[in-house]
């Protein structure tokens, strides 16, 4: 385990999931080196829910690097791009993709639907059935057995907590994507654009990268207090999420059986701010002795 983390405190700030009212949950904590802690069982598949939104992005962002798609062409709506759909910016309903809402660039509309417009858009692309692209881009390379895309490439993912974990190193660290596309992904796009984080909201702005949610300046929020603006990721309504927190080469995942509602919001800022504070203690401990 890395150096700076407090294994004690990590495990402790995770043991806190055992009292949550939910029947099934499993989490972990993870740095550049890899898996730091875990809680529950890391094999029980669990619905992802949204949190299928980062993996469909990240094999759209492969797609892009293989030049088989490029961020900027048409795809979606009349003057949607494949950028405007990774960043809810196409203009698209939220589950109907026929329905346009607005003018592409125009608001920030949270749009499942989109990135099933976007999955066939790669699908034509590459001439490979989107479920299958995505399983030989992102889960053989990192050895994701578990996660498996049926239906809607916004919200049909299921997946293990040991596999999620992988993925959520990959985010940290990359090696399937270039350090460029990578930060490119975790840029507001089409700044400035309101929009509404389902369960919490209309944000003035609602900043997005591609495919990933940006924490920035939002309150109330599903992540914590002590986490940094840059902190990105994504939540699902299974119960599930996901965020990577870049300034200290951090993440965390949760998976539960239970529905998101008002059970998951004072847990989750709770949770994450005690991983958050468990993983940033050794750092302040050096700096207090000057080391």
């Not at 402790?12 to 989490?27: E, F, H, K």
């Not at 094999?43 to 094999?59: C, M, N």
Request: with cysteine; glycine share 10%; net charge negative.
């Amino acid at each position: 385990m890395s150096e700076q983390f407090d294994q004690q405190r990590i495990d402790a700030a995770l043991a806190g999931v055992d009292d949550w009212p939910v029947d099934n949950v499993s989490a972990a904590v993870v740095g550049p080196g890899g898996v730091v802690s875990t809680r529950g069982d890391d094999h029980r598949v669990y619905r992802l829910a949204s949190v299928t939104k980062p993996i469909v992005a990240v094999a759209a962002l492969i797609a892009v690097e293989e030049e088989a798609i490029s961020l900027d062409e048409p795809a979606g709506p009349e003057g949607s791009t494949v950028r405007h759909l990774l960043a809810h910016a196409s203009g698209l309903d939220f589950a109907d993709r026929d329905k346009v809402r607005a003018a592409p660039g125009e608001r920030r509309i949270y749009s499942s639907a989109g990135f099933e417009v976007l999955a066939d858009h790669i699908a034509d692309a590459t001439g490979i059935p989107f479920p299958d692209y995505l399983h030989e881009a992102v889960c053989v390379p990192l050895g994701l057995d578990s996660i498996v895309l049926e239906g809607s490439a916004g919200h049909g993912a299921s997946g293990s907590l040991a596999d999620l974990a992988v993925f959520a190193g990959e985010l940290v660290a990359p090696r399937l994507l270039s350090a460029e596309t990578v930060a490119e992904a975790v840029t507001e796009q089409f700044r400035g654009l309101d929009g509404i984080v389902p369960g919490y909201g209309m944000h003035k702005p609602c900043p997005w990268g591609l495919g990933m949610e940006l924490r920035d300046a939002k309150h109330p929020h599903w992540t914590g207090q002590h986490n940094s603006p840059a902190t990105f990721g994504h939540f699902g309504q299974s119960g599930t999420l996901l965020w990577v927190e870049p300034e200290i080469d951090t993440a965390l995942v949760v998976l539960t059986d239970r529905d998101f509602g008002d059970w998951a919001k004072p847990l989750w800022p709770a949770l994450s701010d005690a991983v958050v504070d468990a993983a940033t203690r050794r750092m302040r401990e050096d700096d207090a002795l000057g080391g």
